[in-house]
């Protein structure tokens, strides 16, 4: 059956454990072909929220349609049709990287592409290789592997660059970006800032049990992160009296370092302008931009709810 509509719809979906709310009334779509990146700390509900949908657990109150199928009523249907990497994925030390895709093709009850699948994730080299010879970047593209066995139309992809080096996380990041050219609506919840601004279409933002912010990116960036930072280095002392004259607020960093809160590339240039015409001396500029680890630590400051860790995982 072919859904024209969103991908998963979640409306006021809640959690309960006893009185400790997990998931607290939350409501948010995921179009198809999107990637969807699902931020929180630890303890916030992200993995709970994922799993209702992956129809692992069961919602207390809410809705949550997958495909246009209600995750209760027609939980069969919906899982023939995703994918799930978890987190800490693993499988069979002694067989290999073939071996495993064929196993668990059998066990979906697919006739899995085994060849597409390893050329997807870049490990056709690696097919005769065991899994516990495998590096743990390889580890992951593997389990990647296996989500896709069914050809699924969204995979859920559970912190699937943690504890991976910089080279084996971007290698992933590839395989991601593959699965998007592919059509797939792929459901990340991660860890790394940096990784959300890269691959995500859309970022949700959830703490103590709650959505605190939903939007692209560069919006989230835009509305919540504070001002650019410019930082001149080893500034004349001068310098100081010269921007509070041009309406800025520096702020004395030592070393004869000043920072200055600056909103557009505009301020930057009259600056550096006047400063040049003040004839003074500085040692160098830095400038630093907003991003989306700003807006993440901004908007889920404080502690989770007391039980947090251990129920809302």
């Not at 709970?48 to 919602?59: D, G, L, M, N």
């Not at 800025?248 to 809160?261: I, K, M």
Request: charged share 25%; proline share 5%; with cysteine.
């Amino acid at each position: 059956m072919t859904n024209t509509g969103p991908a998963i719809v979640v409306d006021k979906l809640c959690k309960r454990y006893g009185v400790f709310r997990a998931v607290d009334d939350i409501s948010f779509t995921v179009a198809q072909g999107e990637v969807f990146a699902f931020l929180g700390p630890n303890g916030a509900g992200k993995s709970t929220t994922a799993e209702v949908i992956e129809t692992i657990r069961v919602p207390t109150s809410g809705t949550v349609t997958v495909l246009g199928m209600d995750v209760r009523k027609r939980k069969a249907q919906v899982v023939r049709r995703i994918g799930v990497l978890p987190q800490n994925f693993s499988s069979f030390d002694r067989i290999t990287v073939r071996e495993s895709l064929q196993y668990y093709s059998r066990v979906f009850g697919c006739k899995s592409d085994v060849d597409a699948l390893m050329d997807l994730t870049n490990l056709r080299d690696k097919s005769a290789a065991r899994f516990n010879t495998l590096s743990g970047g390889l580890k992951q593209r593997l389990g990647i592997a296996i989500a896709l066995v069914n050809d699924p139309e969204i995979v859920f992809l559970d912190e699937p660059t943690t504890g991976l080096d910089p080279h084996a996380r971007h290698q992933v990041w590839d395989v991601l970006k593959g699965l998007k050219g592919r059509g797939k609506t792929v459901f990340l919840t991660t860890h790394y800032m940096e990784e959300a601004e890269l691959l995500a279409d859309t970022v949700a933002i959830i703490s103590r049990g709650r959505i605190v912010a939903i939007d692209s990116p560069a919006k989230l960036t835009e509305d919540h992160a504070d001002q650019m930072r410019l930082t001149l280095k080893s500034i004349d002392a001068a310098a100081e009296a010269v921007l509070r004259n041009l309406g800025y607020s520096p702020v004395p960093q030592g070393d004869g370092n000043l920072c200055v809160p600056v909103k557009t590339p505009d301020d930057l240039r009259r600056i550096l302008d006047e400063i040049a015409k003040a004839g003074l001396a500085i040692g160098g500029v830095d400038v630093s931009k907003p991003n989306l680890e700003e807006v993440f630590l901004k908007l889920t400051a404080g502690p989770p709810a007391a039980g947090a860790e251990e129920r809302a995982r």
